[in-house]
């Protein structure tokens, strides 16, 4: 259904006629179709660039009037952000980018959407303040990562994961209201989530996001904290050969190897319960070598050279202490417990790629090195539950990704998961991240295989491996895992948007 030339006008008087398009090469640029995705994605029918909260919420009363369903996004890094139905208008946030406000006394920074990690993050370092950047790259978008996605990253071990810093919010609702939450609409700013009378929280956002079902955020305040280690940091080269290095006593990372998932299990359970040390997770051994390396050729090269079996089981630890003895006193922990857990520590040529890469524990600036192979590549899981739990679904992976590995269907990388534990170790975050051969055509029926088997295994051992944030096929197959929270899902869509508008996914 193509859009009335009605509703077309209607929406370019909102925004003007340069921040609306229905050019065909404009909305084919704007469109997702990969060989992976296993359903059509179709082109939308207009895309619009909003200036304010009172422009996008004319523009979703326009979509409510003549039934048009509406996909708010700004880096579209995920498929949930392209139209999968005709009738669809995709709402660019783009040109909201501005940083309002960043309250050092208080700690807390007011963004718009189009705010990314390489605007928001050196403005609050340099003040001595930091924020929890989810390991999305530079370009990622500060308020859609802590509103409404996944939002991991890799210091949540000793802070925690991205809704858990999220304070007050100003959004439009699926039928065109402004909303405002917690201390917000009482006039005492917006340092507090909750205000008086019922909470929004897990409306606007819930663990996982809604990806814009339940209405736009157009401003958000998000929670900061001290820098752990040194506030400046020292860079050299240009990307992706460049180096970001602290200069500083206060910072020490230290990278073990072990030879199974439990004995990390346990490393990481007994760090956590001494609350000690910065980030602590098991990382992925196959971005790892991609990360260090400067070319294809030179990734096979230290690949098949040992470097796959040296970080076959890698325990990143990052101690950031805010003086001289209690590092100490966190380093003889630390190699207490990896004493007593089995761990081998990386060589020295190994280890110290990660004290030149600082960015890893700020803002992953390198994360372009990981496609370096060409191909594709997917993440499964991205769910979370006790460290134990996601450690047997990590174990449980390689009981069945052989049947793909050895035909050539996936790439042979069978403990490439990472696990990351939230909060010293009360619970935890997995990802599974696979890579194959485009140009494989058994490879790409591969890809929905290994996919389907993942799932069936995770509802036959009742894991909780997947993320569940919107409703969507995911979530009604997955839903029975988690106290039948599509049946929820349902009632909480229907009341807030009744005219199913809002990235109806079903």
Sequence with gaps: MALSCDAYRELAAIVGERYISSKQHILAGNRVKTPEIPFEYHSPDAILLPG??????????????????????????????????EGTVLIHLKRMNRILEINEEDRYAVIEPGVRHVQLYPEVRKRGLSYTAASVGPGGSVLANFTSTSGDHHTQYGTSRANRYLLSVEMVTPEGEILRTGS??????????????????????????SHGQLGIITKAAIGLEAC??????????????HRVIFDSDLSRVYVFNYDNI?????????????EVCSTVQKYFYLPLTLLMTDSANDFWKKWTGGYKEAMSMPLVVHIAAQSLREREYEEKILFDVVRETGGVRLPE???????????????????QSVLRLGG????????????????DVGQSIGEYIYEFTETGKIFDAPENYQIIPMEYGHFAHI????????????????????RARSRQEDLRRHFHAEDLGCLN????????????????????KESFDPNDVANPML
Excluded at 228 to 241: F, L, M, Q
Excluded at 349 to 367: G, Q
Excluded at 435 to 443: F, G, I, K, L, V
């Design 376 to 391: 594709g590549w997917m993440p499964l899981k991205l769910g979370a539950d006790s460290v134990q739990h996601v450690c």
């Design 52 to 85: 304010s909260t009172e422009e996008v919420a004319a523009i979703v009363k326009v979509c409510n009037k003549y039934g048009i369903s509406f996909i708010p996004f700004v880096s579209g890094v995920l498929p949930d952000a392209y139209a999968n139905r």
């Design 228 to 241: 752990k280690g040194p506030a400046e940091y020292r860079t050299e080269g240009i990307s992706p050969h």
């Design 431 to 450: 990802e599974l991240l696979f890579m194959w051969d485009r140009t494989n055509p058994a490879a790409m029926k591969g890809v929905g295989e290994f």
């Design 184 to 209: 917000l609409p009482s006039g005492c700013g917006w340092f507090c989530p909750d205000g008086p009378g019922p909470g929004l929280r897990s409306i606007v956002r819930g663990y996982f996001g």
């Design 262 to 274: 439990q004995k990390v299990c346990d490393a990481m359970l007994a760090l956590g319960e001494a």
């Design 473 to 492: 096929p995911t979530m009604e197959e997955l839903g029975p895992l988690y106290s039948n929270c599509h049946i929820w899902m349902r009632k909480i």
């Design 349 to 367: 040529e190994l280890e110290n790629w990660w004290s030149e890469h600082m960015d890893f524990f700020m803002v992953v600036s390198r994360l």
